[in-house]
T-cell receptor
Framework: GQNIDQPTEMTATEGAIVQINCTYQ??????LFWYQQHAGEAPTFLSY????GLEEKGRFSSFLSRSKGYSYLLLKELQMKDSASYLC???????????FGRGTSLIVHP | DVKVTQSSRYLVKRTGEKVFLECVQD?????MFWYRQDPGLGLRLIYF???????EKGDIPEGYSVSREKKERFSLILESASTNQTSMYLC????????????FGNGTRLTVT
């Protein structure tokens, strides 16, 4: 099976930078996904990492280290609308089925 | 844009009723999923389908069944609803590639009384 860990809750200030970590244990790693989910809404896809390194997409970046089983999502210039739950998900063993972490609830305050 | 549509946003049913949750996707995706989401437990997979009439049990299939008669439609069935099935149900679809993300519907908040 897979084990995915992320912090339950984080708080940050508008305009700041926040890093949300995700650690995983799996065999046959096929990629790691980050999703954003606003309260009462569906999760939406943010990023996909399969190779080591940093992928940047505007204010959001995602990093992967396969040897450490570690990823983080970096949010810069935080805005109030970034208050949401952030879900880390891993695919492995050639499966189409991702395993999700329990999500990190990010609260951005003024 | 991929659209995944769930038939109901909110549903209230009584214990013992048979409940159908419908999901339709418009992008010809091979894979479809049913998850339930509960506070503190995250997303848990109920069933997965990779083709018409094909299905695999997820982590928590007990008390549920599914039907995929057409590629675009994936139905979740609660044969006899119970109060512990009160939850948010999320349908998703994806292309049949390992690197493809899931596209989610807006969810159905089911309350069983």
């Amino acid at each position: 099976g897979q084990n995915i860990d992320q912090p339950t809750e984080m708080t940050a200030t508008e305009g700041a930078i926040v890093q949300i970590n995700c650690t995983y244990q799996t065999s046959g790693f096929n990629g790691l996904f980050w999703y954003q989910q606003h309260a009462g809404e569906a999760p939406t896809f943010l990023s996909y990492n399969v190779l080591d390194g940093l992928e940047e997409k505007g204010r959001f970046s995602s990093f992967l280290s396969r040897s450490k089983g570690y990823s983080y999502l970096l949010l810069k210039e935080l805005q109030m609308k970034d208050s949401a739950s952030y879900l880390c998900a891993v695919k492995s063993g050639g499966s189409y089925i991702p395993t999700f972490g329990r999500g990190t609830s990010l609260i951005v305050h003024p | 844009d991929v659209k995944v549509t769930q038939s109901s946003r909110y549903l209230v049913k009584r214990t013992g009723e048979k409940v159908f949750l419908e999901c339709v996707q418009d992008m010809d995706h091979e894979n479809m999923f049913w998850y339930r989401q509960d506070p503190g437990l995250g997303l848990r997979l109920i069933y997965f389908s990779y083709d018409v009439k094909m299905k695999e049990k997820g982590d928590i299939p007990e008390g549920y069944s599914v039907s995929r008669e057409k590629k675009e439609r994936f139905s979740l069935i609660l044969e006899s609803a119970s109060t512990n099935q009160t939850s948010m149900y999320l349908c998703a679809s994806s292309v049949g590639q390992v690197n493809s993300p899931l596209h989610f519907g807006n969810g159905t908040r089911l309350t069983v009384t």
